[in-house]
């Protein structure tokens, strides 16, 4: 009888190992582990990446933001390009880099490009600035532009992905908020240094552009000796880029695998970005009003401090709230800031819009790049960013060319009047598109997958 049991006993089990032989192990789904905090409290989520690739920013900010409230009256006043023309370089600047925008988010999905590309990426771009102020026409001006807006084009994606990829998904939107913060912080003391070179006994716009340098420097040296690779809180499959296709096997295309509600916001971020006109036109206009060039930096620098504070508790906020009330928000602002600017005249409180317009920049510019983490799966962000800044990019040439245009022939009013109706357009189909937007509670977890 025993004999006979241990018979069935090892016929079982035989038949149990063939099963299991013929029947694939379906693993569990990966989900998202996020980084553990270093710490409770504002210093949860404060990693070496995010602390490092916003120090980066802090630095490339104080020189890019020297330079961008007098760039384009150097390009008028010292280099004698028409106000067309200036407007022109402005938005072939953004608009030409656009497919290098989309090429390097899409070689962000690679981790292990991430680190090259934004090494070279702030190389180039503070390489490039300082060279402006040896320039004797528009058309060598230009060429430096580009090339500080390549840098812009190669870096912003990876480092944004390798952001997303250090952030818990709880935290994502206050870590791009405190990145945002710290780039503008960046941002306001630029104006500054200008402001303090242009009140020097032989201050100029060119001198401005060479110290320019100094701050370029250090960005580059610490990414380049601080900066190391993240590696992704869940590696995605090695042939998570590879879709099968008629028994084999092909390359995912650039537009493949990002989702509906991904293409939804995007064709909203480029519809905004056709009303939103570089700022320069805003500082152009500040120097009309305020009949001073210096006043110019200034303005600049309540408006950056203003948006450094706002950008971390904004950007915290939309993790509780959710993103979509905040980006309503920052939309908001923009449409009655360009609609204040439509009014102003000599004496009016420029400095109020300025103020406004730093509630729009807090509440959109981190917003956004965490709302497209959350939209898309992990391995597919690289991409997703590109395209993001790939189409704002590429709208900026008609935007700058159309504001250009509209400001020589209505006045710099009819400019700023076609802006707020382009942002009341975009706050509209953001209403309209909302329920399709919406994610679900575990949407931002689900996205890591």
């Given at each position: 009888?025993?004999?006979?049991d241990?018979?069935?006993?090892?016929?079982?089990?035989?038949r149990?190992?063939?099963l299991?032989?013929?029947?694939?192990?379906?693993?569990p789904?990966?989900?998202?582990r996020?980084?553990?905090?270093?710490?409770h409290?504002?210093?949860?989520?404060?990693?070496?990446?995010?602390?490092?690739?916003?120090?980066?920013s802090?630095?490339t900010?104080i020189?890019?933001?020297?330079?961008?409230?007098?760039r384009?009256?150097?390009?008028?006043?010292?280099?004698?390009?028409?106000l067309?023309?200036?407007?022109?370089?402005?938005g072939?600047?953004?608009?030409?880099?656009?497919?290098?925008?989309?090429g390097?988010?899409?070689?962000?999905?690679?981790?292990?490009?991430?680190?090259?590309?934004?090494?070279?990426?702030?190389?180039?771009?503070?390489?490039?600035?300082?060279?402006?102020?040896?320039?004797?026409?528009?058309?060598?001006?230009?060429?430096?532009?580009?090339?500080?807006?390549?840098?812009?084009?190669?870096r912003?994606?990876?480092?944004?992905?390798?952001?997303?990829?250090?952030?818990?998904?709880?935290?994502?939107?206050?870590?791009?908020g405190?990145?945002r913060?710290?780039?503008?912080?960046g941002?306001?003391?630029?104006p500054?240094?200008?402001?303090?070179?242009?009140?020097?006994?032989?201050?100029?716009?060119?001198?401005?552009?060479?110290?320019?340098?100094?701050?370029g420097?250090?960005?580059?040296?610490?990414?380049?000796?601080?900066?190391?690779?993240?590696?992704?809180a869940?590696?995605?499959?090695?042939?998570?880029?590879?879709?099968?296709?008629?028994?084999?096997?092909?390359?995912?295309?650039?537009?493949?695998?990002?989702?509906q509600?991904?293409?939804?916001?995007?064709?909203?971020?480029?519809v905004?970005?056709?009303?939103?006109?570089?700022?320069?036109f805003?500082?152009l206009?500040?120097?009309?009003?305020?009949?001073?060039?210096?006043?110019?930096?200034?303005?600049?620098?309540?408006?950056?401090?203003?948006?450094a504070?706002?950008?971390?508790?904004?950007?915290?906020?939309?993790d509780?709230?959710?993103?979509?009330?905040?980006?309503?928000v920052?939309y908001?602002?923009?449409?009655?800031?360009?609609?204040?600017?439509?009014?102003v005249?000599?004496?009016?409180?420029?400095w109020?819009?300025?103020?406004?317009?730093?509630?729009?920049?807090?509440?959109?510019e981190?917003?956004?790049r965490?709302?497209?983490?959350?939209?898309?799966?992990?391995?597919r962000?690289?991409?997703?960013?590109?395209?993001?800044?790939a189409?704002?990019?590429?709208?900026?040439?008609?935007?700058?060319?159309?504001?250009?245009?509209?400001?020589?022939?209505?006045?710099?009013?009819?400019?700023?009047?076609?802006g707020?109706?382009?942002?009341?357009?975009?706050?509209?189909?953001?209403?309209?598109?909302?329920?399709?937007?919406?994610l679900?509670?575990?949407?931002?977890?689900?996205?890591?997958?």
């Amino acid at each position: 009888m025993k004999s006979t049991d241990t018979r069935r006993g090892v016929a079982a089990a035989r038949r149990a190992v063939r099963l299991a032989h013929r029947q694939p192990v379906v693993a569990p789904p990966t989900q998202e582990r996020p980084p553990a905090p270093a710490a409770h409290g504002w210093r949860a989520g404060l990693s070496r990446t995010v602390l490092v690739l916003a120090a980066a920013s802090f630095c490339t900010d104080i020189a890019s933001e020297m330079i961008a409230p007098l760039r384009l009256l150097f390009l008028v006043q010292v280099l004698g390009a028409p106000l067309a023309v200036a407007g022109l370089i402005e938005g072939i600047a953004e608009a030409t880099t656009a497919a290098l925008k989309l090429g390097a988010g899409s070689l962000a999905d690679r981790p292990a490009a991430r680190r090259p590309l934004v090494i070279a990426g702030y190389t180039l771009s503070n390489a490039a600035k300082p060279l402006l102020a040896l320039v004797s026409s528009w058309q060598t001006a230009l060429g430096l532009v580009l090339l500080d807006r390549s840098g812009k084009s190669l870096r912003g994606s990876p480092r944004d992905a390798m952001l997303a990829d250090a952030a818990p998904p709880g935290l994502r939107g206050k870590i791009f908020g405190v990145h945002r913060s710290a780039d503008t912080l960046g941002a306001a003391i630029g104006p500054l240094c200008a402001a303090l070179l242009l009140a020097l006994p032989h201050g100029s716009l060119r001198s401005v552009f060479a110290w320019t340098a100094l701050p370029g420097l250090v960005a580059v040296l610490v990414v380049l000796v601080f900066l190391r690779p993240v590696r992704p809180a869940s590696p995605a499959p090695a042939r998570a880029t590879r879709a099968v296709h008629a028994g084999g096997e092909r390359r995912e295309r650039l537009w493949q695998g990002l989702g509906q509600r991904f293409w939804l916001f995007l064709a909203i971020s480029t519809v905004f970005a056709l009303g939103n006109s570089s700022d320069a036109f805003l500082f152009l206009r500040s120097e009309g009003v305020e009949s001073s060039l210096i006043a110019v930096p200034l303005l600049y620098f309540v408006f950056n401090a203003a948006y450094a504070l706002l950008a971390t508790p904004l950007g915290a906020l939309s993790d509780r709230w959710g993103r979509l009330p905040l980006l309503g928000v920052g939309y908001a602002a923009f449409t009655l800031v360009y609609l204040g600017w439509t009014q102003v005249r000599p004496g009016s409180p420029v400095w109020a819009l300025f103020l406004v317009y730093a509630i729009y920049y807090a509440a959109t510019e981190g917003v956004a790049r965490a709302f497209v983490a959350d939209l898309v799966p992990a391995r597919r962000r690289g991409r997703a960013l590109g395209w993001l800044s790939a189409c704002v990019g590429l709208a900026a040439l008609p935007a700058n060319l159309v504001a250009a245009w509209v400001w020589s022939q209505w006045g710099p009013g009819a400019t700023f009047a076609l802006g707020a109706w382009l942002g009341a357009v975009t706050l509209a189909l953001l209403i309209v598109w909302w329920p399709w937007l919406r994610l679900a509670p575990d949407s931002a977890n689900a996205s890591a997958r």
